[in-house]
Nanobody, 123 residues
Framework: QVQLVESGGGLVQAGGSLRLSCAAS????????MGWFRQAPGKDREFVAA????????IYADSVKGRFTISRDNAKNMVYLQMNSLKPDDTAIYYC????????????????WGRGTQVTVAS
């Protein structure tokens, strides 16, 4: 059983930056592809970014390409989402997910999920 805990959310002005963190415990972290998803009020959860087990492959939603960067530190059991040039449309609860198959993580079918961290971007 893997536990995921997100942190780093908050309130930021448009154009600003935030770095989200996801701490994993209870499993072999390097066995899992990791992803970030977000859910805005009244909308479905959507894919943001994903990273393969050793970080050699990263995938991004078109809406965040060039602004967000996903990374991981397997020695610390951590995955990060650096968010730059934030827009009000980025306002959402951000969730971390872990899965044994990266493509399934990207599809929203992660094996494990965190509880999320709120990101609010003010205009």
């Amino acid at each position: 059983q893997v536990q995921l805990v997100e942190s780093g959310g908050g309130l930021v002005q448009a154009g600003g930056s935030l770095r989200l963190s996801c701490a994993a415990s209870g499993g072999t972290f390097s066995s899992y592809g990791m992803g970030w998803f977000r859910q805005a009020p009244g909308k479905d959860r959507e894919f943001v970014a994903a990273i393969s087990r050793y970080g050699s492959n990263t995938i991004y939603a078109d809406s965040v390409k060039g602004r967000f960067t996903i990374s991981r530190d397997n020695a610390k059991n951590m995955v990060y989402l650096q968010m730059n040039s934030l827009k009000p449309d980025d306002t959402a609860i951000y969730y971390c997910g872990a899965g044994l198959v990266l493509n399934r993580v990207v599809a929203g079918q992660a094996n494990y999920w965190g509880r999320g961290t709120q990101v609010t971007v003010a205009s």
